[in-house]
């Protein structure tokens, strides 16, 4: 059993699994969890844009809700004031959270790590109060409503993702393409770039990079995958709303990256499936689901610090070899500024 | 008469009360190994900084190959060929050792592709193997630069400052915390890259100071006290009594005395 | 109109000093241990918590003014030597160690006290006339306390042998170490004093808000904004920060609603963060 192997069946098998959600589990449980696995799909989405700033640049966002929110409310307004079909509303949305990470990056990453982590929530606290102050164009907290206009067309029917199987493929190709993405971006020379600068900025401009400028390109793309999740959001729910552009929304995605394993591939998923399925699970059991929530978050930096994926790539590491490795330092640990 | 490889003119930096370099003119020719020296807080490490851009000058300016380099960033001043290496050696841990190299040399290009994979660049993955080789390391070129042991550490540094291809190469106290063995080989290693590259070096080890070192300066108190050749630098009386007046340096007085 | 401006400048700079205790605890916790700290609003909300069950147990308000720091005290030295050592204080996962912390607390308050929101009528009731205006004798005293708080930390500070070595492992940690300073324990101490601050906070405050299980959700913004304008590590600073950024607040509510004077503190400290990282009144820089 080697570890490629093991990799390697587990990726084939996760596939098939996504891939036939729509019925298997119907079959196996119930309906109402295709629709809590496209939410999952979501949400994992949304938890990347995290991890890719955190995980491979070492910058803590704590506002990625805002972003979400620009690319929630870019579709949800798109649809329903300037009458957009299904596209250019999507496309909206993105731009507009593309947009307002570059202007919020442009400050925001010139500052040392714990002054970034508290402006990314400042700023979103600005346009969360400005979401709610202006409830006449945004439904403040209650959100707004629309309906949705179809995806395309085909043959003069209209293919939307009412239909709640295609909308999961939708997710599911969206999402994915996006993995797919973020996947060759890490592998590429500007990944690497990024991965120096998360691990000795000090060095890494030293050797010729800048720093400046690589960090705010990471920050757009974050911003484009929060964007593209929050567009996502508003389709699924047909909804929009300022409670979205919390702080605490932000702080819930950091909390599913890190303890599904930041600075993997597949930790946001994991975090975000664990977190969700156990919400779903325990809160139509027990009122007080958050709790266990509360618990797990702490239990696991306790006693899993990288993360589930973390965990697994240390398994992992020791079947693949046969020597002793010495324990690489911890890669949560940020370095102080000089 | 040549351009010197770098030239200050009244260089100052305050913190403060405290003046660290003080209206400092140095001229530094190519072709010859410099070696900076001087007691702890004499102002070497603050001069390096000021030449890589990490800090910006109170005052005065700062020549690199006539071109005046004051006040820029320290990427653009990295991408202009000026490399160095820290005092603490700080290279990226969690990055491969094959890596390490890898983003030294990428480094260079303006532009890092966000599409192609790493692995794609033919280029650059034979200087980094040719680079291995040459400081030994090939073996260890999957592990990560964080596990590697301290000397080893070192040897990396200068294989970075090998692969990026300098056009003046600082070093800061290359083999502090070295065995004697490491030392050797870290010196055997700065011969070589000097037949090609200027370099200007931080060092406390006077047996390394003035075996390789072509001219010697010593700072003191964030200026010039003395400077010219080895010999000239071991007789001089104001720098035994700059050593010789810090208690803690006196093992600095015995090496000095006995170059 | 006048009295409005008054009364809501008043009532600022009245919850400006009862902040300014809050804050502090924060800014000790962050200057100390390098955590952010998302629990700490609702460090302060168990403080109202621990209020009102002191006054509906014992029918006495004073008590809530002793039993909130003394439990806030335990709670918070339980929490550091379970949750914040085991991690190293490794900041990133400290954020995401406190944030369980904030969700169980706030679960923990609604199972025990409930989900509805409740009030506690002012111990001291009345009004007297101050600058043309009727005001709660009961916010007077409360400020009168928070001051006489403020001061004895400071003092605190300055004074005991404990206090003495906060100061020292803020400035220099590895010196104090080396000078032999129990760091672990003071770290322990620091992160109970820090509870026990917003716990002591909240007991004053119970009155004049209300004591809800979501009541830390708006403080704990708030409690950064003072400590990072103030300046990292300052603690005056912070106090001055907190108060001058509550009354300007409350000037600006007199003329628009709430959320604009809250948007236009939060505009205030994204410039000091970009223009003057350390603060209007000057700190370490982190």
């Known amino acids: ?33 295709v629709s809590v696995i496209t939410e999952i799909l979501i949400w994992s989405l949304f938890a990347a844009s995290v991890n890719l700033l955190f995980g491979y640049v070492g910058l803590l966002s704590f506002g990625q809700a805002l972003y979400f929110g620009f690319g929630m409310y870019g579709v949800a307004l798109g649809i329903d004031r300037l009458g957009l079909s299904f596209w250019p509303a999507f496309g909206l949305g993105i731009a507009a959270a593309m947009t307002m990470a570059l202007v919020s990056g442009i400050f ?39 309906t949705l206009p179809p995806v395309f067309r085909l043959d003069g029917k209209a293919i939307g993702l009412t239909d709640p199987t295609f909308q999961y493929f939708f997710v599911l190709a969206a999402v994915s393409l996006c993995f797919f993405l973020m996947y060759r971006l890490i592998n590429s020379p500007l990944g690497k770039g990024f991965l120096a600068i998360r691990d000795n900025n000090l060095r890494a401009s030293l050797i010729g990079l800048n720093v400046y400028a690589l960090r705010l390109i990471a920050f757009v793309m974050a911003g484009f995958l929060a964007g593209v999740s929050g567009a996502l959001f508003a389709f699924f729910g047909r909804y ?20 599904g394993g930041a600075g993997t591939m597949f930790g946001p998923l994991v975090g975000t499936a664990l977190f969700i399925v156990i919400r779903e699970i325990v809160s139509s059991h027990w009122e007080h689901h958050s709790l ?47 | 008469m040549s351009e010197p ?69 320290p990427y653009v001043i990295s991408r202009m060929g000026i490399k160095r290496t820290l005092q603490v050696k700080s ?93 050797s080989r870290a010196v055997a290693k700065i011969r070589d890259l000097a037949r090609s590259i200027d370099i200007v070096i931080i060092e406390h080890d006077m047996d390394v100071v003035f075996g390789i070192a072509d001219d010697i300066t010593v700072f003191a108190q964030g200026a010039i006290l003395a400077s010219g050749n080895p010999a000239a630098i071991a007789d001089d009386e104001r720098v035994r009594e700059a050593y010789l007046g810090r208690p803690e340096d006196e093992d600095f007085m015995e090496e000095a005395s006995h170059a | ?90 900041a990133a996962l400290s954020i995401v160690a406190t944030f369980g912390l904030s969700l169980i607390l706030q679960e923990t308050v609604r199972i025990t006290f409930g989900a509805t929101p409740r009030r506690i009528l002012a111990p001291i009731g009345g009004t007297v006339p101050l600058f043309g205006v009727d005001y709660e004798i009961y916010r007077l005293f409360a400020a009168a306390v ?97 108060v001058l950024l509550s009354f300007l607040e409350g000037l600006i509510q007199s003329v628009a609603d709430p959320t604009i004077a809250r948007i236009s503190s939060l505009v205030l400290m994204s410039a000091v963060l970009m223009l003057r990282p350390q603060g209007l009144f000057g700190g370490f820089t982190k």
């Open chain 1, 1 to 33: 059993m080697t570890r490629r192997f093991i990799e390697m069946a587990l990726a084939v098998a996760g596939a098939v699994f996504l891939v036939t959600v729509p019925w298997s589990i119907p079959a196996l449980i119930d309906n109402f969890w």
């Open chain 1, 108 to 146: 925001a990453v010139r500052l040392s790590w714990h002054y970034f982590a508290i402006i990314t929530v400042v700023f979103s606290l600005i346009f969360y109060f400005l979401a709610v102050s202006m409830k006449p164009l945004t439904g403040g907290d209650d959100g707004i409503n629309f």
């Open chain 1, 240 to 259: 929009a709303s300022a409670t979205y552009m919390f702080y605490q929304v932000s702080g819930e995605a950091v909390v599913w990256t890190i303890v």
């Open chain 1, 292 to 338: 266990i929530v509360g618990l797990l978050a702490i239990l696991s930096v306790i006693f899993a610090p990288r993360g589930i994926v973390g965990l697994w790539n240390g398994w992992m590491a020791r079947l693949g070899e046969r020597e002793t490795v010495k324990k690489a330092p911890s890669r949560l640990t940020l370095r102080a500024e000089p």
């Open chain 2, 5 to 73: 490889v770098l030239r200050t003119e009244n260089l100052t930096r305050r913190f403060g009360g405290l003046t660290a370099i003080d209206n400092l003119s140095i001229s530094l020719s190519g072709g010859r190994i410099h070696a900076i020296i001087g007691p702890n807080g004499a102002g070497k490490t603050t001069f390096f900084n000021l030449v890589t851009g990490l800090l910006g000058p109170s005052s005065g300016r700062i020549y690199f190959r006539g071109r005046d380099i004051t006040g820029c960033r």
């Open chain 2, 91 to 183: 290279v990226f841990p969690d990055l491969n050792v094959a890596d390490n190299l890898w983003i030294t040399r990428q480094a260079r290009n303006r532009f890092l592709n966000p599409f192609r994979a790493a692995t794609s660049d033919k280029e650059t993955r034979t200087r980094v193997e040719q680079t291995l080789q040459q400081i030994g390391l090939s073996a260890l070129a999957e592990r990560p630069a964080g596990t590697l042991s301290y000397g080893d550490v070192a040897m990396l540094e200068i294989g970075m400052a090998l692969i990026s291809e300098p056009s003046l190469l600082l070093l800061d106290e290359p083999t502090c915390g070295m065995s004697p063995a490491e030392t």
């Open chain 3, 1 to 90: 109109m006048r009295d409005t401006v008054l009364l809501l400048a008043m009532n600022g700079l009245i919850w400006g000093l009862i902040i300014a205790l809050i804050a502090l605890g924060l800014s000790i916790i962050f200057g100390l241990l390098d955590i952010i700290n998302i629990a700490h609003g609702d460090f302060f909300m168990v403080g109202t918590v621990l209020a009102w069950f002191s006054l509906s147990v014992t029918g006495n308000f004073w008590i809530g003014f002793l039993v909130a720091p003394l439990i806030g005290f335990l709670l918070g030295a339980i929490i550091q030597r379970l949750v914040i050592q085991p991690i190293h204080g490794v």
């Open chain 3, 146 to 242: 928070a001051v006489a708080a403020l001061a004895g930390f400071f003092l605190f500070l300055q004074h005991t042998r404990l206090g003495i070595w906060m100061r020292a492992v803020r400035h220099d940690r590895e010196t104090a170490i080396a000078m032999g300073i129990p760091a672990r324990r003071v770290y322990v101490m620091t992160f109970g004093i820090g509870f026990a601050l917003a716990a002591f906070g909240g007991a004053v405050a119970a009155p004049i808000t209300t004591v809800d299980f979501r009541g830390g959700v708006d403080v704990l913004p708030f409690c950064f904004m003072a400590v990072i304008i103030g300046g990292l590590g300052n603690l005056p600073g912070t106090v001055a920060a907190a």
